[in-house]
């Protein structure tokens, strides 16, 4: 597939860079700033799917990977409103994972953040929490590839949790997701926002 270089899910954007500030405002009325480059998903804006996800994610465990990152908006987050985590990020996106890391450093977040396509990074590694924002964009095979490889990088109980607009791909993922996984659950509906979430039992 041939991407476009200002694409997201592009390794190196060749836009101009342009760094705006994004302020994500959470349900417990606490506000976060972060810095916004170009040339990565949600330039400059606040995202409802993003939000949904911040004020509805199910914590468990410890290990968390914000799979596909961005600059770092999930992950930061909730790790400031869950300072027992352990982040770790990654992002194909090469501007996104260095603004990804200048945003834990602005806030104060020691994170393990790296460059690579989903798993590539992350090939010796298990976690008690996977969360994804697949960028539909790129196609199904994106968010194929991230749902199985996910089941081999998740401890036993293990969960990841996926947010998608249910009527542009999500019925879909939810299904492929328990397809792999056996199972599945809708955790909450906001509007066309769905997340779901899927567990590892053996």
């Known amino acids: 597939m041939t991407q476009n270089p200002d694409h997201y899910y592009s390794k190196q954007p060749k836009s ?7 302020i994500i405002q959470l349900k417990n009325g606490h506000q976060y700033k972060l810095k916004s480059p170009s040339g990565v998903f949600a330039f ?4 409802r799917a993003t ?3 911040l004020d509805n994610i199910r914590i468990k465990g410890k290990d968390l990977l914000d799979l596909g990152c961005g600059y ?6 909730l790790v400031k409103e869950n300072p027992n985590l352990k982040l770790y990020m990654s992002d194909i996106n090469e501007r996104a994972v260095r603004f990804a890391k200048e945003n834990a450093l602005n806030h104060n977040i020691q994170a393990v953040t790296k460059s690579g396509d989903l798993f590539e990074p992350w090939l010796e590694n298990k976690f ?3 969360l994804f924002n697949p960028p539909l964009a790129a196609g199904k095979e994106v968010w194929i590839r991230a749902i199985r490889e996910s ?4 401890r036993i109980n293990g969960t990841i949790q996926v947010v998608a607009y249910h009527n542009k791909g999500g019925n879909r993922i939810m299904q492929f997701m328990r397809e792999i996984f056996g199972n599945t659950k809708t955790l ?3 509007g066309g926002i769905r997340i779901y979430l899927s567990e590892r039992f053996d």
């Open 72 to 77: 770092g908006t999930v992950g930061i987050i």
């Open 188 to 190: 909450v509906k906001s």
């Open 151 to 154: 089941y081999h990088h998740l």
């Open 51 to 53: 939000e949904c996800f």
């Open 16 to 22: 101009q860079l342009i760094v705006k500030e994004t």
């Open 44 to 47: 400059g804006k606040t995202n």
């Open 128 to 130: 008690d929490m996977i």
